[in-house]
């Protein structure tokens, strides 16, 4: 069975300090690699998609990367708005459903 | 363009009452999931249409769980019979159409609390 852990559950930064969410995971066969944002009382937001070992894409002070086990996103002098938690999420081969992780509760401190 | 839309955005309903939440994808996306997330929890998924018929509901906790989406856009999560452990924020999604490399797109969820 597919399965994603997120680590750490909770980081507090000050702003301008950087830092790497993990999302570790187990697949029979991985389709995609999705990354989200979800802020308290709204659904998740799209942020990337990673499809193979290797790739990387960047917005803004975020980039996402990927390997064979797992995949960081790295956060650049931060701001408060980018206090959320971050969601990870797959999908495989057998099914067109995501299979999350429990988050990271990302806050940046001004 | 108009994003993934879910009504209501709130439902407070009493043990055993039947209970109806809407979703309205984005237009011209063939592919339309349900997910339920619980405080402090990932997203966990419940079913998933493509047109209008269902091709996976394999996450459907039991039969009081049922869904539709009749003319292949709306779609209705129904539950019977409900319990407090119901109680989550239940998501909706779309995608362009199925494959799991396309981006689902989620609405803002409804908060149903079963008292």
């Known amino acids: 069975e597919d399965q994603v852990t997120q680590s750490p559950e909770a980081l507090r930064l000050q702003e301008g300090e950087s830092s790497s969410l993990n999302c570790s995971y187990t697949?029979?066969?991985?389709?995609?690699l999705f990354w989200y944002r979800q802020d308290p009382g709204k659904g998740p937001e799209f942020l990337f998609t990673l499809y193979s070992a290797g790739e990387e894409k960047e917005k803004e002070r975020l980039k996402a990367t990927l390997t064979k086990k797992e995949s960081f996103l790295h956060i650049t002098a931060p701001k408060p708005e980018d206090s959320a938690t971050y969601l990870c999420a797959l999908t495989n081969f057998g099914n067109e459903k995501l299979t999350f992780g429990t988050g990271t509760r990302l806050t940046i401190i001004p | 363009g108009a994003g993934v839309s879910q009504t209501p955005s709130n439902k407070v309903t009493e043990k055993g009452k039947y209970v109806e939440l809407r979703c309205d994808p984005i237009?011209?996306?063939?592919?339309l999931y349900w997910y339920r997330q619980s405080l402090g929890q990932g997203p966990e998924f419940l079913i998933y249409f493509q047109g209008t018929g269902a091709a996976d509901d394999s996450g459907l906790p039991n039969d009081r769980f049922f869904a539709v989406r009749p003319e292949g856009s709306v779609s209705t999560l129904k539950i019977q019979r409900t319990e407090r452990g119901d109680s989550a924020v239940y998501l909706c999604?779309?995608?362009?159409?199925?494959?799991?490399?396309?981006?689902?797109?989620f609405g803002p969820g409804t908060r149903l609390t079963v008292l």
């Open positions: 999604a779309s995608s362009l159409t199925s494959g799991g490399y396309h981006t689902q797109y």
């Open positions: 697949v029979s066969g991985l389709r995609g």
């Open positions: 237009s011209g996306h063939t592919a």
